[in-house]
């Protein structure tokens, strides 16, 4: 059983403030077991091996503040997947978690171990098992054209990439059709391909930019509706680096007669705050693609409740980070939606 919501906010906290030490006595307790890293990897590999345990470590500290053990047991399954293709054991993964279990001693208390224990070793199981990743096909009309779209970006051809999307355009699809099914769906094959080792980083990199500068060109397409909805703040938080699923649920929104604050990613609660002050927005919406951001999507919203108690304010979060969230409600201390951006149109524009 899971801690009650408050609870798991103060364990997720403790394991935040203590990242960097615990990653540190982690790769000082793994690295005299292993000494073929050393030779393979050389001092830079401990540098590695911290950040990996600091992420590892931010991941857990999202799973806890969310009451979802699963939701650290996709990661690590991802994890594992992603290593493996880099000739990385699932073995060597799993013994770190097991680690972080030790080295959080000094941190938690026996009964918050007990649970935080429970959740690496579930983490350390999943590594060892991980789910195929079977490629992703979209049924949809649109099928054709995510792929020649996803070939565009992976080329870096930004004409080709935008003439793809205009078009679809053209040819009657809804703009929400192409961001759905062609953008979206072709950047999750992009990182696909990244987490098996199919495309550097470096091309990672480049086809996001071309999917953004894709985004931005067919944002003076949209044509606003006459009549205006009202105010809305569309964020990422802090932390938070994916921007493009927030920048389109932007876009649409807008396009449907939304007066849109767009603070793309990693933005600082407190201006995200002034600006739903400023604006008297009616409507917060919040993009979350890791859970191990999910902590600072919790301190903005609990700001926002706290300065907008006045008024009832419509907040509605959107990402994979909530996949495996089942009461943030809870957690959150009021009521949440959690939508995809079909979803999101359907109910706050019809």
Known sequence: MSPEPTDRFVIAEKIAASKERVAETVTAALYPRHPEWLERYGERGRIVCSEDIRFHLGFLAGAIEAG????????????????????????????????????????????DLQQVSAVLELGALACMQPAATPEREPQTELRATQKIFLAAILNGDRKAALNIAIEALRAGHVMVDIYVDVLAEALHEIGRLWEINRISVAQEHIATAVTQYVTANLYVQLAPEGSTRGNMVVTGVAGELHQIGANLVADAMESKGWNVRFFGSNAPYHDVMRAILDSAASVLCVSTTLVANLPATAQLIRSVRQQTSERKLRIVLGGAAYRHCSDLDAVLDGPVEVMDLRSALAALCS
């Open 68 to 111: 979802s053990p699963e939701a650290f047991a996709d990661y690590a399954s991802w994890a594992s997947r992603m290593l493996a293709s880099r000739s990385i054991s699932a073995a060597s993964l799993g013994e770190s978690f097991l680690e972080m279990a030790t080295q959080l001693r000094p941190v938690l208390s026996e009964s």
